[in-house]
T-cell receptor
Framework: EPEVTQTPSHQVTQMGQEVILRCVPI?????FYWYRQILGQKVEFLVSFYNNEISEKSEIFDDQFSVERPDGSNFTLKIRSTKLEDSAMYFC???????????FGPGTRLTVL | AQSVSQHNHHVILSEAASLELGCNYS??????LFWYVQYPGQHLQLLLKYFSGDPLVKGIKGFEAEFIKSKFSFNLRKPSVQWSDTAEYFC?????????????FGAGTRLAVHP
């Protein structure tokens, strides 16, 4: 069964550094999402992406965050200048339709020191 | 603001006990409803979902959930749990508002089943 994959599984970075988290969606999926979960807190929506555009973003998704699908396969989340409070598990999810089931990747644990 | 509440943060059961996990949401319009499960060391997996039709939905591994619109609830049930059901369970809703709909998650319920 096809799965969403994410790399790396764990990323450790220094405060102020840029990080790029990568996701490979299921091949026929057109809708892409990023969520995050700070330790001990809820899974929170960050951004949705369709047709090479951001379709919705949360208040968390400020100017430090960006998403793109550079080569038609990978879907990336970039954090330009990481802060301590960006430490979290970041989940990519993809779906066939806009209200369809979202399938989640295994997550990337980001630790900002 | 839209939100999802899960009433139990930690539940401990013995094998063969019955399970019911509560979930309530706050949104006045149409929603799609989901339960996701995260087994230890694994990623979020869909357990079951409700979009429309029969409000009692059956999912994988013997789980079911009932949508009660008047109570804004979508409780998860299983008549007899197994040790392998030890996991964290997340209720989530998608408000239907014209596309690209995000999932709004509850805080999760950590279930431990003892043999």
């Amino acid at each position: 069964e096809p799965e969403v994959t994410q790399t790396p599984s764990h990323q450790v970075t220094q405060m102020g550094q840029e990080v790029i988290l990568r996701c490979v969606p299921i091949s026929n999926h057109l809708y892409f999402y990023w969520y995050r979960q700070i330790l001990g807190q809820k899974v929170e929506f960050l951004v949705s992406f369709y047709n090479n555009e951001i379709s919705e973003k949360s208040e968390i998704f400020d100017d430090q965050f960006s998403v793109e699908r550079p080569d038609g396969s990978n879907f990336t989340l970039k954090i330009r200048s990481t802060k301590l409070e960006d430490s979290a598990m970041y989940f990519c999810a993809t779906g066939r339709g806009d209200t369809d089931t979202q399938y989640f990747g295994p997550g990337t644990r980001l630790t900002v020191l | 603001a839209q939100s999802v509440s899960q009433h139990n943060h930690h539940v401990i059961l013995s094998e063969a006990a019955s399970l019911e996990l509560g979930c309530n949401y706050s949104y006045g319009g149409t929603v799609n409803l989901f339960w996701y499960v995260q087994y230890p060391g694994q990623h979020l997996q869909l357990l079951l979902k409700y979009f429309s039709g029969d409000p009692l939905v059956k999912g994988i591994k013997g789980f079911e959930a009932e949508f009660i619109k008047s109570k804004f609830s979508f409780n998860l049930r299983k008549p007899s749990v197994q040790w392998s059901d030890t996991a964290e369970y997340f209720c989530a809703v998608t408000p239907i508002s014209g596309g690209y709909n995000k999932l709004i998650f509850g805080a999760g319920t950590r279930l431990a089943v003892h043999p």
